[in-house]
């Protein structure tokens, strides 16, 4: 923030800030509390797992995270690690393409049935995912495309994502029409101002778009469990997930270590790149 | 114009799709792989059947160097989900493991092969005749049954044991059950038992103790609103005198055993399935044991060694043969049966089980003794339940939570279940 | 610049007046379809077809395995007139839309607004409060939430309040609470909306003698505006939708005594569990005219609270 009103009374300002930081963290205490507990029981032994109040385990079991582990031994953690990587960054750059370029025309151009066309992109979020679930895979399935990645990353070029169309479509129009009006003036046809002009500035949504679409992605359990059937083509929340099974043995102990193991690439994901939220528009400069 | 050609595509797509879920077509599992037959087997289970089938299936593929198979398994409820799309889609794995509940409406449906066809390489004599004709549709064998289970009522055994309270024994009544629930209530403090009401696996063992049956032969209701209305009175009677678990207990039942009040330390028994109850004893560090459900008053067993899952091949498999002689291997080989154990429930083949018997160790020891002190005191198992059962199962649980938590009387909600159930068998 | 454009952003959009105005300017025509090529192909073949079939299924009786049967309206009748559970769920739905959207919205929307006047540690904050949304609405997730909320856990220990998520009144709470908790998706679109907002704006309006609240209210909440109503209309369309958090929660039973039975929750069992894929079709397309209707009516409102630049006559600069 760049505003000057901070130049005013130096110490009610501190005062406040302070009490500003102090809620914050009261609440984030609240809000971590469910976190801690599940790191807290991924090592606990399973007799304390749903018994005991404590948020301590007695002892440390670490074989809950070997036996999560264990699950997944015929496939190399890594070849999992990676195969998640190469579907969460194919969709991220599918999104961030394809939805781009669909927000900028309902943005910021006009062409015939931009209304009706616009509302039907809005209507595709409103239809239960279940009941296009078997026609979709019926579909995939006759071109040929089950067990591959294809139906996980396809799609995403195709920006059947609506929400982030909406989204970019959003910020876009926060823009003001100058921007472009200028452009033209210098020359640029509605392909360079997209390159040039508005994408730079819609990126705090592209970045969010990109964010949002890796944790989403990364997972989407539902999707890969249905589409992939070779293991070795098992993604790391899939084959994670999937080797837990709750109904024939006493599991919860190795199921929280799992998730846990399973947390940790997005939560590094996202402390790498959340720090790119940070730079705006603000930062980028907009002079009109 | 973009737009005409864009409509034009739209239209003879969607017409393309209808097409595809009308005909229920799809494309087969025709893989071919290094001039290798390629089958696709799929299964739910733990990490540790995972690797037991896995040395298996090796051996299998040892046996036939042309045949490569490929596996996927995952847990139960996520393997449903997974299983209903692929069949849906018309592309079922050659090979599958099924479950009791999906016989009906993977048979009926045209998914599962009829395996009389394939008699030359599967053999099931040494399959006791009740059991394997739990995989028989409309007089057709669709699936074999691969492992066996019973009901049992698991009990803490300290607490039991310390409260006085005379032991299960064989041969007990539903009346000396509920006597001993109570007994145990007042001795202990806590229920004796998970409330049976919301089980409509308990349910059919009561049932069956009166000569009865969930479903009859053609799939119909086997039984009526006023036998449900006092199984339902039965155990809402007992629930409010405290002699099982409450309903805030009950509801939170999801099929784990940490979730049941016995694993949470809140009830001295549990009716469950035989073989999860090895769960118990990572809960219960004294150990629990397993008694034998109660009998009718006449002394009529209900309880019946059910089928724990199945193996079915694929109707659209292109390699009946081969798939087959993979569900014959994992059935009756020596060898495999070595490799298998007890990871799919105590082995169908009789040959088997009775050479395998010696080998087992820990609670698949106990597992197989309790089956063996039943064995010849049981009655045929019921045949595979109508495909309006998986909607059934949900609704008995759900119908009974307006009983326990005092939203209905029995006879309400029984009314409603009867209804509920008709249609839904009649379609 | 001039300090005549402070004013700019609360002006109402006047769009009846400009849109004649640019009606004519169709000359990218061509290049908009090149813009929307991917959009158009993806949502004529992976989401158009799919929703007409679901649209035809409607219209049978499909049990999956079997081809469709043609049943007309029964479906759409059974579901209106027979089906007590239906009414059920859309009761349960439709209070968890008015409890959990709004609070949701408002937590996000403070959040943001807090870490946004923070130098420090901001970074910090907006990672530790996006945390729980990292995790998805996943098995252990819901374990962790029933022990929480479960009688003899936290909250039952700290309030007195006995066990949440086994008690038909207070279930849905629980349910809520944990959408509520996941506010991270909001908050960031909220974050990202404020570092949009042009500095010079601020500075033009402190220039001007507007005081922090002033700056707020002038700049702030205009600016700001379609970003509220995105997170608005998304956040609503969610709800209508909630599923895998009660899913997790009460184990796919929509339990106790159907107090979480949502509306998508009964949609699944009745189309994967119980098998009537045309019955759960039907309850999708009357979801879908539901929801477009709450979306159409937010639309209407939206002219007269949601300021887009990219309206205001280019000239008035």
């Given at each position: 923030m760049t505003v000057a009103s901070t130049t005013a009374v130096r110490k009610p300002v501190r005062w406040s800030r302070l009490a500003l930081h102090l809620g914050c963290l009261a609440a984030l205490l609240v809000m971590l509390y469910p976190l801690a507990w599940l790191l807290a029981t991924s090592l606990k032994p399973a007799d304390e797992v749903?018994?005991?109040?404590?948020?301590?385990?007695?002892?440390?079991?670490?074989?809950?995270?070997?036996?999560?582990?264990?699950?997944?031994?015929?496939?190399?953690?890594?070849?999992?690690?990676?195969?998640?990587?190469?579907?969460?960054?194919?969709?991220?750059?599918?999104?961030?393409?394809?939805?781009?370029?669909?927000?900028?025309?309902?943005?910021?151009?006009?062409?015939?049935?931009?209304?009706?066309?616009?509302?039907?992109?809005?209507?595709?979020?409103?239809?239960?995912?279940?009941?296009?679930?078997?026609?979709?895979?019926?579909?995939?399935?006759?071109?040929?495309?089950?067990?591959?990645?294809?139906?996980?990353?396809?799609?995403?070029?195709?920006?059947?994502?609506?929400?982030f169309v909406f989204l970019i479509v959003q910020f876009m129009r926060g823009l003001p029409r100058e921007l472009e009006e200028a452009a033209r003036i210098d020359g640029c046809g509605p392909f360079r101002s997209f390159f040039l002009v508005i994408l730079p500035l819609t990126r705090p949504a592209l970045i969010t778009t990109a964010i949002f679409t890796f944790i989403w992605t990364w997972n989407d359990f539902f999707t890969q469990l249905i589409y992939l059937f070779d293991p070795d083509k098992f993604t790391l929340?899939?084959?994670?997930?999937?080797?837990?099974?709750?109904?024939?043995?006493?599991?919860?102990?190795?199921?929280?270590?799992?998730?846990?193991?399973?947390?940790?690439?997005i939560v590094l994901f996202f402390l790498a790149f959340q720090r790119f939220l940070v730079e705006g528009m603000a930062s980028s400069g907009l002079k009109g | 114009m973009p737009g005409h050609r864009t409509k034009g595509f739209c239209a003879s797509a969607a017409a393309l799709a209808l097409c595809a879920v009308l005909a229920g077509?799809?494309?087969?599992?025709?893989?071919?792989?290094?001039?290798?037959?390629?089958?696709?087997?799929?299964?739910?289970?733990?990490?540790?059947?995972?690797?037991?089938t896995q040395q298996a299936v090796a051996l299998f593929e040892k046996r036939h160097p042309n045949v490569q198979v490929q596996?996927?398994?995952?847990?139960?409820?996520?393997?449903?989900?997974?299983?209903?799309?692929?069949?849906?889609?018309?592309?079922?794995?050659?090979?599958?493991?099924?479950?009791?509940?999906?016989?009906?409406?993977?048979?009926?449906?045209?998914?599962?092969?009829?395996?009389?066809?394939?008699?030359?390489?599967?053999?099931?004599?040494?399959?006791?005749?009740?059991?394997?004709?739990?995989?028989?549709?409309?007089?057709?064998?669709?699936?074999?049954?691969?492992?066996?289970?019973?009901?049992?009522?698991?009990?803490?055994?300290?607490?039991?044991?310390?409260?006085?309270?005379?032991?299960?024994?064989?041969?007990?009544?539903?009346?000396?059950?509920?006597?001993?629930?109570?007994?145990?209530?007042?001795?202990?403090?806590?229920?004796?038992?998970?409330?049976?009401?919301?089980?409509?696996?308990?349910?059919?063992?009561?049932?069956?103790?009166?000569?009865?049956?969930?479903?009859?032969?053609?799939?119909?209701?086997?039984?009526?609103?006023?036998?449900?209305?006092?199984?339902?009175?039965?155990?809402?009677?007992?629930?409010?005198?405290g002699a099982v678990s409450p309903a805030e207990q009950t509801t939170q039942l999801d099929g784990s055993v940490e979730n049941t009040p016995l694993g949470r330390g809140k009830a001295v028994s549990d009716f469950n399935w035989d073989a999860p109850a090895s769960g118990y004893l990572a809960l219960i560090p004294d150990g629990v044991a397993l008694a034998p459900t109660p009998s009718g008053e006449d002394g009529t067993p209900g309880q019946y060694f059910k089928p724990s899952m199945f193996l079915g091949v694929s109707a659209h498999t292109g390699h009946p043969k081969e798939s087959a002689e993979l569900v014959d291997f994992l059935l009756n080989d020596q060898d495999a049966a070595k490799i298998l154990g007890a990871t799919r429930g105590i082995p169908v083949n009789e040959t088997i089980r009775e050479r395998t018997a010696s080998q087992l160790k820990d609670f698949d020891k106990t597992v197989a003794d309790f089956q063996s002190s039943l064995e010849g005191t049981l009655k045929d198992p019921p045949q595979a339940p109508p495909s309006g059962d998986n909607a059934l199962q949900t609704t008995f649980q759900r119908d009974y939570d307006q009983v326990s938590y005092e939203r209905m009387s029995p006879r309400e909600a029984a009314e409603n279940y009867v209804t509920e159930a008709k249609a839904e068998l009649r379609s | 610049m001039t300090t005549t454009d402070i004013p700019a952003p609360t002006a109402r959009p006047k769009r009846p007046a400009t849109a004649p105005k640019r009606r004519p300017k169709r000359e990218h025509e061509g290049a908009a379809w090149v813009f929307l090529s991917p959009w158009v192909l993806g949502a004529s073949v992976l989401t158009l077809l799919p929703m007409a079939v679901s649209l035809y299924l409607s219209f049978t009786d499909y049990n999956l395995f079997d081809p469709p049967r043609w049943v007309g309206l029964r479906n759409y009748t059974q579901m209106f007139t027979e089906d007590p559970r239906y009414w059920r769920s859309v009761l349960t739905t439709l209070t968890y839309v008015v409890i959990a959207v709004p609070l949701q919205l408002a937590l996000a929307l403070v959040v943001a607004l807090a870490l946004k006047s923070m130098r420090r540690g901001k970074a910090f904050y907006r990672s530790a409060f996006y945390a729980p949304s990292l995790l998805g609405a996943s098995m252990s997730v819901a374990l962790v939430w029933r022990a929480i909320f479960n009688d003899g856990g936290t909250v039952d220990n700290l309030l007195g309040t006995g066990g949440w998520v086994n008690k038909p009144g207070w279930a849905l709470l629980a349910v809520a609470l944990l959408t509520v908790w996941q506010f991270g998706a909001p908050m960031v679109i909220f974050l990202a909306g404020l570092q949009q907002i042009p500095a010079e704006l601020y500075e033009a309006a402190a220039v001007d003698g507007a005081g922090k609240r002033r700056q707020f209210v002038s700049v702030t909440v205009p600016m700001l505006?379609?970003?509220?109503?995105?997170?608005?209309?998304?956040?609503?369309?969610?709800?209508?939708?909630?599923?895998t958090p009660a899913f997790a929660v009460s184990a796919g039973k929509g339990g106790p005594a159907d107090s979480t039975l949502f509306y998508t929750l009964y949609l699944y069992d009745r189309g994967f569990v119980a098998s009537h894929m045309g019955y759960a079709?039907?309850?999708?397309?009357?979801?879908?005219?539901?929801?477009?209707?709450?979306?159409a009516v937010l639309f209407r409102t939206s002219r007269s609270w949601v300021f887009y630049a990219s309206d205001t006559d280019g000239g008035a600069r």
């Open positions: 749903i018994a005991s109040l404590n948020l301590l385990p007695g002892h440390l079991e670490w074989s809950n995270y070997t036996t999560a582990f264990d699950g997944v031994n015929d496939v190399s953690i890594w070849r999992l690690l990676s195969n998640s990587l190469l579907i969460a960054g194919g969709a991220v750059l599918g999104n961030v393409i394809s939805c781009s370029l669909a927000a900028y025309a309902f943005a910021r151009l006009r062409f015939r049935f931009r209304g009706p066309l616009f509302a039907f992109m809005i209507a595709t979020i409103m239809l239960p995912h279940h009941a296009v679930l078997i026609p979709q895979y019926i579909i995939f399935n006759q071109l040929g495309l089950v067990n591959t990645y294809w139906p996980l990353i396809l799609p995403k070029f195709l920006a059947t994502e609506a929400f929340t899939l084959a994670l997930r999937s080797f837990v099974d709750a109904s024939s043995q006493s599991s919860f102990g190795p199921m929280f270590a799992m998730s846990v193991i399973a947390l940790l690439p | 077509c799809g494309g087969s599992g025709e893989s071919v792989g290094g001039g290798k037959t390629v089958l696709r087997y799929t299964w739910w289970g733990n990490p540790d059947r995972a690797e037991r596996t996927s398994f995952s847990g139960y409820d996520a393997y449903k989900q997974k299983l209903a799309v692929q069949a849906t889609g018309g592309d079922a794995p050659d090979v599958m493991q099924l479950d009791y509940r999906q016989i009906d409406q993977y048979a009926s449906g045209g998914v599962l092969l009829d395996l009389a066809k394939q008699k030359g390489v599967l053999h099931t004599a040494e399959i006791d005749p009740g059991l394997l004709a739990t995989g028989r549709v409309d007089g057709t064998q669709y699936a074999i049954p691969q492992g066996r289970g019973t009901e049992t009522v698991v009990y803490d055994v300290k607490t039991w044991k310390a409260s006085g309270v005379p032991l299960p024994r064989q041969g007990w009544t539903w009346s000396d059950w509920a006597g001993a629930v109570r007994e145990l209530a007042k001795k202990t403090g806590k229920p004796g038992a998970t409330d049976p009401g919301q089980s409509e696996d308990a349910f059919e063992v009561w049932l069956r103790g009166r000569g009865k049956a969930l479903y009859t032969k053609d799939g119909g209701l086997g039984f009526t609103a006023d036998d449900l209305t006092e199984w339902w009175t039965f155990a809402d009677k007992l629930r409010r005198e | 505006s379609p970003v509220l109503f995105f997170n608005l209309v998304l956040q609503t369309i969610q709800a209508f939708q909630v599923f079709s039907a309850m999708a397309w009357v979801l879908l005219l539901v929801i477009g209707a709450v979306t």
